[in-house]
Antibody, heavy 121, light 107 residues
């Protein structure tokens, strides 16, 4: 059974860098879009960005200047970095797998359990 | 970027009621629209992809319809376990976007 396991620091100070990693266990790493989503307290889901196994990343335009998503195919892992965090980056962060349907659209069919990241001085 | 607007933002219904949630895209997204169910303390769960294709194992009381800019998620007979927030999400553009969510409460 394929699982996503994610980890990273949960408490940051303003201006620090958020760093999370998500590992894929029990399944293929190829052919999917590996995605990060977050949910600020009391708010809805926000797509952060994605990276394909062999492609370049795509980012939310509002976060693009601070976000980097990278991939390590040798470890079946992908990572998220967000620089210069503020309290507005406090959220529950999820990693997820995007599967393509007939080469057209894709959907997020497998999710990690989420990491709460708090930014406070 | 494509914007997704859901309505209502919350609703309260009785067990057995028919519940309808609407999602509107700021431009045509064909049928590239997915629906998720999000319960507290759990990750979101995919219910429907491609506007109307029910994922295996999802109860048949859930259904989706629409294309272009207007989409609907329907729960034909609301059950207690359907208490959750529901999100639409478009994947027409390379930058995905979620709707703001609809919180479904049980009367």
């Amino acid at each position: 059974q394929v699982q996503l396991q994610q980890w990273g620091a949960g408490l940051l100070k303003p201006s620090e860098t958020l760093s999370l990693t998500c590992a894929v266990y029990g399944g293929s790493f190829r052919g999917y879009y590996w995605t990060w989503i977050r949910q600020p307290p009391g708010k809805g889901l926000e797509w952060i960005g994605e990276i394909a196994h062999s492609g370049s990343p795509n980012y939310n335009s509002t976060l693009k200047s601070r976000v980097t998503i990278s991939i390590d195919t040798s470890k079946n892992q992908f990572s998220l970095k967000v620089t210069s965090v503020t309290a507005a980056d406090t959220a529950l962060y999820y990693c997820a797998r995007g599967e393509t349907w007939d080469g057209t659209y894709y959907y997020l069919d497998l999710w990690g359990r989420g990491n709460l990241v708090s930014v406070s001085s | 970027d494509i914007q997704m607007t859901q309505s209502p933002s919350s609703l309260s219904a009785s067990i057995g009621d028919r519940v309808t949630i609407t999602c509107r895209a700021s431009q045509s997204i064909r049928n590239y629209l997915n629906w998720y169910q999000h319960k507290p303390g759990k990750p979101p769960k995919l219910l429907i992809h491609g506007a109307s294709t029910l994922l295996n194992g999802v109860p048949s009381r859930f259904s989706g319809s629409g294309s272009g800019t207007d989409f609907t998620l329907t729960i034909s007979s609301l059950q207690p376990e359907d208490l959750a927030t529901y999100y639409c999400q478009q994947s027409y553009s390379t930058r995905l976007a979620f709707g703001g969510g609809t919180k479904v409460e049980i009367k």
